[in-house]
Nanobody
Protein backbone atom coordinates (compact mmCIF):
# COMPACT_ATOMS: atom_id res chain seq x y z
CA UNK A 1 0.00 0.00 0.00
CA UNK A 2 1.27 3.46 -0.92
CA UNK A 3 0.03 6.48 0.95
CA UNK A 4 0.04 9.84 -0.75
CA UNK A 5 -0.22 13.18 1.02
CA UNK A 6 -0.86 16.45 -0.79
CA UNK A 7 -0.18 19.94 0.52
CA UNK A 8 -0.02 23.49 -0.76
CA UNK A 9 -3.62 24.20 -1.67
CA UNK A 10 -5.38 27.39 -0.67
CA UNK A 11 -7.12 30.54 -1.81
CA UNK A 12 -5.49 32.74 -4.42
CA UNK A 13 -6.59 35.55 -6.68
CA UNK A 14 -6.82 35.10 -10.41
CA UNK A 15 -3.41 35.51 -12.00
CA UNK A 16 -1.65 34.25 -8.91
CA UNK A 17 0.41 31.13 -8.29
CA UNK A 18 0.38 28.10 -6.03
CA UNK A 19 2.70 25.14 -5.69
CA UNK A 20 1.25 21.79 -4.74
CA UNK A 21 3.39 19.05 -3.22
CA UNK A 22 2.77 15.35 -2.84
CA UNK A 23 4.87 12.85 -0.92
CA UNK A 24 4.59 9.10 -1.36
CA UNK A 25 5.11 6.96 1.74
CA UNK A 26 7.23 4.66 -0.35
CA UNK A 27 7.94 3.94 -3.96
CA UNK A 28 6.76 0.45 -4.83
CA UNK A 29 9.10 -1.75 -6.84
CA UNK A 30 8.58 -0.98 -10.49
CA UNK A 31 6.52 2.14 -9.79
CA UNK A 32 6.12 4.08 -13.01
CA UNK A 33 5.39 7.64 -11.98
CA UNK A 34 3.13 10.18 -10.37
CA UNK A 35 0.38 12.47 -11.53
CA UNK A 36 -2.11 15.16 -10.66
CA UNK A 37 -5.85 15.17 -11.26
CA UNK A 38 -8.55 17.62 -10.26
CA UNK A 39 -12.27 17.60 -9.63
CA UNK A 40 -14.45 20.68 -9.63
CA UNK A 41 -17.88 20.67 -7.95
CA UNK A 42 -20.41 18.80 -10.04
CA UNK A 43 -17.81 17.65 -12.54
CA UNK A 44 -15.88 14.47 -13.14
CA UNK A 45 -12.28 14.08 -12.07
CA UNK A 46 -9.95 15.14 -14.88
CA UNK A 47 -6.31 14.58 -15.67
CA UNK A 48 -3.93 17.51 -15.13
CA UNK A 49 -0.36 16.24 -15.47
CA UNK A 50 1.87 13.21 -14.99
CA UNK A 51 5.56 12.43 -14.85
CA UNK A 52 7.61 9.25 -14.95
CA UNK A 53 10.07 8.46 -12.19
CA UNK A 54 12.70 7.76 -14.84
CA UNK A 55 13.19 8.43 -18.52
CA UNK A 56 12.04 12.04 -18.56
CA UNK A 57 8.46 11.47 -19.75
CA UNK A 58 5.97 14.09 -18.65
CA UNK A 59 2.77 15.52 -20.05
CA UNK A 60 0.14 18.08 -19.09
CA UNK A 61 -3.48 18.58 -20.11
CA UNK A 62 -4.16 21.11 -22.84
CA UNK A 63 -6.29 23.14 -20.44
CA UNK A 64 -3.25 23.91 -18.25
CA UNK A 65 -0.41 23.68 -20.74
CA UNK A 66 1.91 26.66 -20.47
CA UNK A 67 0.59 27.55 -17.01
CA UNK A 68 1.16 24.43 -14.91
CA UNK A 69 4.45 22.57 -14.56
CA UNK A 70 4.94 19.14 -13.02
CA UNK A 71 8.27 18.16 -11.48
CA UNK A 72 9.65 15.50 -9.14
CA UNK A 73 12.31 14.71 -6.60
CA UNK A 74 13.18 11.03 -6.85
CA UNK A 75 15.25 11.01 -3.68
CA UNK A 76 12.34 12.34 -1.62
CA UNK A 77 9.57 10.44 -3.43
CA UNK A 78 7.88 13.77 -4.08
CA UNK A 79 6.06 15.33 -6.98
CA UNK A 80 5.16 18.99 -7.39
CA UNK A 81 2.68 20.98 -9.43
CA UNK A 82 3.62 24.61 -10.01
CA UNK A 83 0.49 26.47 -10.99
CA UNK A 84 0.90 29.95 -12.50
CA UNK A 85 -1.55 32.38 -14.08
CA UNK A 86 -4.37 30.72 -12.19
CA UNK A 87 -7.92 31.21 -13.39
CA UNK A 88 -11.24 30.85 -11.53
CA UNK A 89 -11.93 27.75 -13.62
CA UNK A 90 -8.90 26.09 -12.04
CA UNK A 91 -10.85 25.94 -8.78
CA UNK A 92 -11.08 22.29 -7.76
CA UNK A 93 -9.86 19.64 -5.38
CA UNK A 94 -6.47 18.51 -6.65
CA UNK A 95 -5.48 14.88 -6.18
CA UNK A 96 -2.08 13.28 -6.31
CA UNK A 97 -1.90 9.83 -7.89
CA UNK A 98 0.63 7.05 -8.20
CA UNK A 99 1.10 4.89 -11.29
CA UNK A 100 2.46 1.45 -10.48
CA UNK A 101 2.98 -0.79 -13.50
CA UNK A 102 2.75 1.79 -16.28
CA UNK A 103 2.19 5.52 -16.51
CA UNK A 104 -0.08 4.99 -19.50
CA UNK A 105 -2.92 3.35 -17.58
CA UNK A 106 -5.06 4.36 -14.62
CA UNK A 107 -3.33 5.29 -11.35
CA UNK A 108 -3.25 2.67 -8.61
CA UNK A 109 -3.21 4.95 -5.57
CA UNK A 110 -4.75 8.31 -4.73
CA UNK A 111 -4.23 11.00 -2.15
CA UNK A 112 -6.99 12.64 -0.15
CA UNK A 113 -6.90 15.84 -2.17
CA UNK A 114 -6.16 19.48 -1.48
CA UNK A 115 -8.55 22.36 -2.23
CA UNK A 116 -7.48 25.08 -4.62
CA UNK A 117 -9.78 28.09 -4.88
CA UNK A 118 -9.12 30.89 -7.36
CA UNK A 119 -11.11 34.06 -6.84
CA UNK A 120 -11.92 36.46 -9.66
Amino acid sequence: QVQLAESGGGLVQAGGSLRLSCVASRRTFGAAGMGWFRQAPGQEREFVAKIAWSGGFMTTANSVKGRFTISKDNDKNMVYLQMDSLKPEDTAVYYCASYVSTIHSAPAYWGQGTQVTVSS
